[in-house]
């Protein structure tokens, strides 16, 4: 029969209510405010529940939109520093970065990012060896090379520790200065076989790659050319210097090339970088496109881009700009081109999947360099493929099969899990390949984001890295703020819907399965911030009568009681003490009665028009395809695949529950948009998803019971499907389509009348049913009570830094 996504998906006892009602130990902090807004509420005023610490914690977020953060890198500053002069080879080019080499040494005798991680002391042994060449290359510090010398001899023997992190091109380039240290008679404190281990090392890795003439191979010699040497090809590798005259955005690189080549253009990128940042450079530049993204994509993750609609517009439209003039900034590099892609398509922007096609399958890109950048790389790639909106976006399925198989191949790698540098990105990964972005709740999804948040994220190139953009203190305590705040209305909502079903009998009903708990869950895991209560309240409240209502006409209710509650609610105003045939269809009548009035009350309100009636006639077409179920299971008649679709659909039960919440997210809805056909487009999309999903996993019940199901029919009347298998594969495509489609029609914005915050709302519907759907054997209590739990009980811990 027909119900919702509540019927396959989700069997377990009824005392779920009562383990939920154990609460945790730790109780959320902020106590307990009204569930009722004032109708056409736009903005929820934070002032009059949470401190000045939470207004302050956003305007200093705000302020990162501003201007971007990035550390100076030793290491590219000390190959700056090596440039000499075009006047005198015997004097460098600039000497202020000499100078900032010999004051910002650490105490240990090294260079490079204060309070290093543990595990990038490769890291720190090549910006050290860098610095101190520097220094000999102009006869200067040897106090300071001296302490760096007695630093690189400490700590030689992580040159060949494999559990260290390697930047990129280290096994080339940090062997490329030890040959350079010998012309500068600069004596290593190193033996000779570590010497000829490296070297050989080395020698192996660029003549491993001697048949390979891929672009991507020749862009990963020209991006460290500051350690090739004599062995550089620079007619090659100036067909890599970029419109802003860097090669590849590298300092050190273009550094390197200047010193050979005395170009004008890397001359002009160096000294532009020197008036930016002072007297030291970053390792990568321009990164500001790049870092304000993760920005953007940190707070969507985390749950807060509501509070910065305005600065992540304006991040949005710079990025769609430099998309549509095809900008080095966004195309040059693989992580930036795909999260460029991801946000702005999911934020309604026209954009093809053409430009990802340059980062193919078998890219050099993904078998050089460093294993944490690769993942990084694939892992933007891949989430980037979940965009699939078009039927013909072929690069996009590409990507998705071969990313998602690097991603694993990667977490493969033991030593990805074993210290804390590389769990983050293990776990983005994990999360990434085990829950998709089309089954991923957006609460669950965002606690997720809080519990895996690293606050210290260094990203290494060819170096180590770091910005506040990347990773931030003042987002994550915003995150866990809003959480238990949102969390403590959700508490407050939950015991109103439960004084609510008291009030209506509804829990006399012995047919009815008691799901008031998924119910709500299933709103507030999708429609979560405070100013939403009423979309909530609407959605819950429908999803327990539709629960009730596909309870009754199953098995509950008698064919007399059916067409008398039909009846009864197409007179509407009628006195239920003498038109209800039972006292069954009394309780269930006056239920539907009371909500769809107190709804339609609200709803009107909001849309300064009278919407009653309209929910009413929503609830008439449940009611009609319900009946028309009941009546093909009591006369035991098949009815064709088409006609079966075509009423299966409204039968499914959405209808009660997403379009009146669609009243009460903000915009005024005319009569011609909320009852139009894209409105109903929508609503068919994702009502015959969950159509099919539920008919997939409720196939072998309902066969025995003898009632009409989708898989059972498309075996029947099907062109040639005559096994389960088959039938099931091809029932799958077709959600998988359906599922495209709707997605196309959520995010486009052209010739769309629907507001896009109403089209959310059928997204996250489909959400909730791929989220319960996902697995062969279906959502398990199990999961639904640690999901409910998570969402509504369990407060967000913010740790100590």
């Not at 929820?44 to 990162?64: A, C, D, Q, S």
């Not at 990129?168 to 040959?179: Q, V």
């Not at 298998?725 to 009348?753: D, F, H, Y």
Request: charged share 25%.
């Amino acid at each position: 029969m027909g119900i919702c996504f509540l019927s396959m998906a989700l069997y377990s006892s009824n005392s779920l209510l009562l383990l939920l009602h154990h609460k945790p130990k730790s109780s959320c902090v902020t106590a307990p405010i009204s569930a009722s807004l004032s109708p056409g509420l736009k903005t929820w005023t934070e002032g009059n529940h949470v401190g000045l610490g939470f207004e302050g914690t956003k305007e200093r977020i705000k302020k990162m939109f501003d201007k971007v953060e990035l550390s100076v890198s030793s290491y590219d500053t000390a190959w700056v520093a090596m440039v000499p002069s075009p006047y005198s080879s015997q004097a460098p080019y600039f000497p202020e970065c000499v100078n900032w080499l010999l004051e910002n040494q650490s105490h240990d005798g090294s260079w490079g990012l204060p309070h290093p991680h543990p595990m990038l002391v490769k890291d720190a042994l090549s910006s050290t060896l860098a610095s101190v060449l520097a220094l000999k290359r102009w006869g200067v510090g040897e106090e300071q090379r001296n302490k760096g010398l007695w630093f690189i001899a400490s700590n030689f023997a992580s040159v060949s520790d494999e559990k260290q992190h390697s930047p990129i091109g280290f096994d080339i380039i940090f062997p490329g200065m030890i040959e350079y240290a010998k012309e500068l008679d600069l004596n290593l404190p190193l033996g000779q076989r570590d010497v000829d281990a490296m070297l050989q090392k080395r020698d192996l890795e660029l003549k491993g790659g001697l048949g390979s003439n891929t672009k991507s191979r020749e862009a990963y010699l020209a991006y460290i050319s500051e350690g090739m040497g004599r062995l550089q090809d620079w007619e090659m590798v100036m067909k890599y210097q970029m419109k802003n005259g860097s090669l590849l955005n590298s300092p050190s690189a273009t550094a390197a090339a200047l010193s050979h080549l005395q170009n004008a253009g890397c001359l002009n990128y160096l000294r532009s970088l020197l008036e930016k940042f002072g007297n030291a450079v970053p390792t990568v530049y321009p990164l500001d496109l790049y870092a304000r993204l993760c920005l953007v994509d940190n707070l969507e993750r985390l749950g807060i881009n509501r509070y910065f609609r305005t600065e992540i517009r304006s991040v949005l439209d710079e990025t769609y700009r430099c998309w549509l003039q095809r900008e080095e900034e966004i195309f040059a590099d693989t992580a930036t081109c795909a999260m460029a892609f991801r946000i702005l398509r999911l934020n309604g922007y026209d954009i093809s999947s053409v430009p990802l096609a340059q980062f193919a399958e078998d890219d050099q890109y993904f078998k050089f360099g460093q294993d944490f950048k690769d993942l990084g790389a694939a892992l933007e790639l891949f989430r980037a493929s979940e965009m699939i909106i078009h039927p013909d976006e072929v690069v996009l399925e590409k990507q998705n099969s071969w990313s998602s198989h690097f991603l694993r191949q990667g977490l493969s790698n033991s030593s990805i899990h074993a210290d804390r540098l590389n769990k983050y990105i293990a776990q983005e990964v994990e999360d990434a390949l085990r829950f998709p972005y089309y089954a991923n709740l957006d609460r669950i999804a965002n606690r997720r984001s809080i519990e895996h948040y690293n606050v210290d994220d260094t990203r290494i190139l060819k170096t180590a890295y770091r910005s506040s953009h990347f990773c931030n203190k003042d987002l994550l305590k915003l995150a866990v703020e809003d959480f238990n705040i949102c969390q403590s209305i959700h508490q407050n909502e939950l015991k109103q819907l439960e004084r609510w079903i008291i009030e209506n009998r509804l829990d006399k009903l012995k047919f009815a399965r008691q799901k008031l708990a998924y119910c709500y869950f299933s709103a507030a895991a999708t429609i979560f911030s405070p100013e939403q209560s009423d979309a909530r309240l609407s959605w819950a409240k429908n999803s327990v009568l539709t629960t009730v209502v596909d309870d009754f006409f199953d098995i509950g209710g008698s064919e007399e009681e059916l067409l008398n509650l039909i009846q009864l609610v197409e007179k509407w105003d009628i006195d239920v003490a003498v038109d209800c045939c039972s006292e069954q269809v009394e309780i269930v009548f006056s239920a539907l009665h009371s909500a769809i009035s107190e709804i339609g009350v609200k709803a009107s309100a909001w849309q300064a028009r009278n919407v009653t009636s309209h929910i009413i006639d929503i609830w008439l077409k449940l009611l009609r395809s319900m009946l028309q179920e009941a009546q093909w299971v009591s006369k035991k008649s098949a009815p064709t695949m088409d006609e079966y679709m075509t009423n299966a659909y409204v039968s499914f039960a959405l209808g009660p529950i997403v379009l009146p919440a669609l009243y009460f997210v903000g915009p005024k809805l005319s009569e011609e948009v909320v009852e139009g056909p894209e409105c109903h487009k929508l609503y068919k999309l994702v009502s015959t998803c969950g159509r099919l999903l539920n008919d997939i996993h409720s196939f072998k019940r309902e066969s025995k019971e003898g009632k009409a199901n989708a898989l059972a029919l498309h075996m029947i009347h099907g062109n040639g499907v005559t096994t389960e298998e088959q039938a099931i594969r091809e029932m799958k495509g077709l959600v998988k389509s359906q599922r495209r489609e709707l997605q196309r029609l959520v995010l486009q914005e052209k010739g769309s009348t629907v507001p896009r915050i109403c089209k959310d709302l059928f997204w996250k519907m489909s959400k909730v049913l791929h989220t319960f759907y996902e697995k062969d054997d279906g959502f398990t209590s199990h999961d639904m009570l640690r999901a409910v739990k998570s969402v509504i009980y369990e407060p967000a811990l913010l740790a100590e830094f």
